[in-house]
T-cell receptor, first 112, second 115 residues
Framework: GIQVEQSPPDLILQEGANSTLRCNFS?????LQWFHQNPWGQLINLFY???GTKQNGRLSATTVATERYSLLYISSSQTTDSGVYFC??????????????FGKGTKLSVKP | DTGVSQDPRHKITKRGQNVTFRCDPI?????LYWYRQTLGQGPEFLTY????????KSRLLSDRFSAERPKGSFSTLEIQRTEQGDSAMYLC?????????????FGPGTRLTVL
């Protein structure tokens, strides 16, 4: 099955710093989403981005589908950005066209 | 527009007991998914419905697990004869498949502890 690899696994930042999180996937996808999981376990949808670039405030994401990777940029980080960031994809062929396959996540800690 | 809701939020049970969880999707979303997440891991797919039809089940979904979505609205996930290995966060998500994007929106989860 499709493999999803996220890097780095852990990231510690000082408040105000910028960061880039990476997601590599091993096959063609028709769905790619970035999520932020807060300390209470809630998965918050950040971007639906199977291709192209999107921006939402201090966050932006780029997916290069032909090269099978996606990047999540966080600028001017705040302590509330802390948590685990997940990349999840759905394959573009076969019967499994609904379920998301998640990476192991990047755990971000932003220090004041 | 309310989000995805799940009930209960926490469940503690003894090994061997049956438990049932409920998920209410975003209204008019035709797809509903169940995932399971254990500590330190990403969520893993269990099953999904399009309207009332269960279209796919993961191999993780043993015979002790059953899910339903009567009338294509809310869904229930039942675990029979619970085992300690069933302890996890059970997440529900919904999406409006075929209408623009297939963005999945997640509920707050039900945390199950099997003693």
């Amino acid at each position: 099955g499709i493999q999803v690899e996220q890097s780095p696994p852990d990231l510690i930042l000082q408040e105000g710093a910028n960061s880039t999180l990476r997601c590599n996937f091993s096959d063609s996808v028709n769905n790619l989403q970035w999520f932020h999981q807060n300390p209470w376990g809630q998965l918050i949808n950040l971007f639906y981005i199977p291709s192209g670039t999107k921006q939402n405030g201090r966050l932006s994401a780029t997916t290069v589908a032909t090269e099978r990777y996606s990047l999540l940029y966080i600028s001017s980080s705040q302590t509330t950005d802390s948590g685990v960031y997940f990349c999840a994809v759905a394959v573009a062929y076969g019967g499994s066209q609904g379920n998301l396959i998640f990476g192991k996540g990047t755990k971000l800690s932003v220090k004041p | 527009d309310t989000g995805v809701s799940q009930d209960p939020r926490h469940k503690i049970t003894k090994r061997g007991q049956n438990v049932t969880f409920r998920c209410d999707p975003i209204s008019e979303h035709n797809r509903l998914y169940w995932y399971r997440q254990t500590l330190g891991q990403g969520p893993e797919f269990l099953t999904y419905f399009q309207n009332e039809a269960q279209l796919e089940k993961s191999r993780l979904l043993s015979d002790r697990f059953s899910a339903e979505r009567p009338k294509g609205s809310f869904s229930t996930l039942e675990i029979q004869r619970t085992e300690q290995g069933d302890s996890a966060m059970y997440l529900c998500a919904s999406s409006a498949h075929g209408v623009g994007t297939d963005t999945q929106y997640f509920g707050p989860g039900t945390r199950l502890t099997v003693l």
